[in-house]
């Protein structure tokens, strides 16, 4: 199951890029739990979004926050009911059109090769230990 794990990852993260939301939203359990950085990224504090729905307002968020912000995933690491993925974000503000560059990383954890829960940190680092792994 856990290739299926990684495999859902890779399909999500395609379809953010694309900026397909229904096929992003089809590889997360109806229950998800998003815990994104976007707001940290933006100085603010930091949020949950939740289900099918908030997947589809975080998306909206991002939109509205950025004209792009792609994500490129460099390394992914199946660890079985989790999926570690490090990589960067690279974004342009909508109202600024000032550039951005960040590393970041994800922890996400899934049942029935489904994304039930989505970490994301700022420094990679973070999502190594979250997973319980070092560098």
Not at 30 to 55: C, D, F, N, S
Not at 111 to 135: C, F, H, I, M
Request: charge should be negative.
């Amino acid at each position: 199951m856990s290739e299926e794990n990684v495999e859902a990852f890779k399909r999500g993260i395609e379809a953010y890029n694309r900026g397909d939301v229904e096929a992003l939203v089809a590889v997360h359990d109806p229950e998800v739990e998003w815990h994104p950085v976007l707001q940290v990224l933006l100085g603010g504090e930091a949020t949950v979004y939740r289900g099918h729905k908030g997947v589809r307002e975080l998306i909206r968020d991002i939109d509205e926050a950025f004209a792009e912000a792609p994500l490129e995933i460099v390394e992914i690491r199946d660890l079985g009911d989790q999926v570690l993925a490090i990589g960067r974000l690279r974004a342009r503000g909508k109202a600024s059109g000032a550039d951005t560059e960040s590393p970041i990383g994800f922890l996400a954890d899934f049942k029935n090769a489904k994304l039930t829960r989505v970490l994301s940190y700022l420094d990679p680092k973070e999502a190594l230990q979250a997973a319980g792994l070092e560098e």
